[in-house]
């Protein structure tokens, strides 16, 4: 096949605003040529509007899904929240996970997603029985981004303990939580490492579900695992504040701190949330050169709090933030962008700490680093030729000014106003159509009925 030529009318190469006339020349699924300034040349595919480097949804349960609009009545909190989450996770099988996680990849692919990290932990059946594949669970996750025309980091997650007691001691796992567990860290780090994913978009990570549900002794296991096969860490820290309560009476120390003492803490780890850190916990971060993902729009709906952005990428060496959608009470990465800096405005009374480049640069490069893809995120030459068409003309967005359409994107748009959407050179989505799944939401509709 010869090379693909496409002419953007605007396009956003990593800086503050976008560019002009971008020409993308497209072979084998990589990007061989982006040149900016160019008159519209015969032959090349038009994209008009803004055309941005494929999205990376860095933290996702696919299976919460089936929760949105189900776990508000009557208040409540993250505890509470968890409970409707254990019943949904009490009736998937291999089967059914793959319809749900299929749509639901499928919603972000309509969303601009390209790439998903699928914080993966229900692993076995009921009552924590292994299927006669102990990683069924997982290959039916890689099949679904498969479908659904995704790539996917499949961080598959150690989860031994059910949490953390009031006496410091980590309680034994119960109910739909027996799913989650392979009984020892050993015994996690085999069936991990007997999965090999199907497909070139797949790759493995590996996650610490928290330290409420490993052992101290566990975690610099994990931390091995990873860092002897190069692999991306995820791990949720932090997110509320019972949490580094529990972890300072177990142990004297954060769960940041912890996490530094095990040796989990290097340049290819992400903490999730990290919605209280203390000014050590901070330091701690930066100095050993982690990441943080944020996931505004969970974090907001569980009342988790306000994470200290402005600190976190204050000075010479900002820490890397990237987005997830995690239980995805909204699919939408611009969303997500803009409310880590309308949730930073809320908690200091300023504005703009972090510029719409800034916002957009954790929704593309560092979410595609921190799940373990460093050729993606990019509109340069070697890049994976991954594209996310806006349209700037919806009513949204009717009336921006294009030289300026970075800005109206991160903070204006929705998910509703991409209308191309391209991975590795192949297109997932055309004119706001799902080119596989084309009725994405009667796919939604019919596999949330079915478990639920």
Not at 87 to 106: G, I, N, T, V
Not at 107 to 118: D, F, K, R
Request: hydrophobic share 40%.
């Amino acid at each position: 096949m010869s090379p693909r030529r496409l002419w953007c009318e605007w396009a956003w190469l990593g800086g503050r605003d976008p560019e002009p006339g971008v020409l993308l020349t497209v072979d084998a699924g990589r990007l061989t040529s982006v040149t900016s300034g160019v008159e519209r040349p015969v032959g090349a595919e038009h994209l008009s509007g803004l055309t941005l480097p494929g999205l990376a949804n860095a933290h996702s349960h696919a299976f919460h899904r089936a929760l949105r609009g189900r776990t508000h009545s009557g208040g409540g909190s993250f505890w509470t929240w968890r409970e409707v989450m254990y019943r949904a996770a009490e009736r998937l099988d291999p089967d059914s996970y793959h319809r749900l996680a299929r749509a639901a990849f499928a919603e972000m692919a309509l969303a601009g997603v390209v790439c998903v990290g699928e914080f993966h932990y229900l692993h076995h059946g009921p009552g924590g029985r292994r299927y006669a594949d102990p990683n069924a669970m997982g290959h039916a996750l890689v099949a679904a981004a498969a479908e659904a025309g995704v790539r996917i980091t499949l961080l598959d997650v150690c989860y031994l303990a059910g949490g953390l007691g009031d006496d410091g001691r980590h309680l034994s796992l119960f109910g739909p939580q027996l799913r989650f567990g392979d009984g020892t860290v050993q015994a996690w780090g085999e069936r991990v490492a007997d999965f090999a994913p199907e497909g070139e978009h797949a790759r493995v990570g590996v996650a610490a579900h928290s330290v409420r549900a490993l052992a101290s002794s566990d975690l610099p296991e994990v931390a091995r695992f990873a860092t002897g096969g190069e692999l991306p860490l995820h791990v949720h820290v932090s997110e509320q504040p019972a949490e580094n309560t529990a972890c300072l009476a177990a142990y004297g120390l954060t769960p940041t701190r912890l996490l530094a003492e095990a040796g989990a803490l290097t340049g290819r780890t992400t903490l999730v949330h990290a919605t209280h850190l203390t000014d050590e916990d901070v330091a701690t971060v930066r100095a050993h050169g982690s990441a943080v993902c944020l996931c505004p729009t969970t974090e907001r709906d569980l009342a988790d709090g306000l994470p200290r952005t402005g600190d976190l990428v204050a000075g010479p060496e900002p820490v890397p933030l990237s987005l997830g959608s995690d239980q995805h009470a909204r699919t939408d990465l611009f969303e997500e962008a803009r409310s880590v800096e309308l949730h930073e405005r809320l908690r200091t009374h300023r504005r703009g700490t972090l510029d719409a480049g800034a916002l957009l640069r954790a929704t593309t490069v560092d979410g595609h680093t921190g799940l373990g893809w460093d050729d993606a995120g990019t509109l340069i030459p070697g890049a994976r030729a991954d594209l996310v068409n806006v349209a700037l003309d919806g009513v949204r967005l009717a009336g921006t000014d294009p030289a300026r359409a970075a800005d109206a994107v991160v903070f204006a748009a929705t998910a509703a106003d991409v209308r191309h959407v391209m991975v590795d050179g192949t297109w997932t989505v055309r004119d706001g159509v799902h080119a596989r799944l084309p009725d994405t939401a009667r796919e939604l509709d019919s596999a949330i009925k079915e478990l639920l």
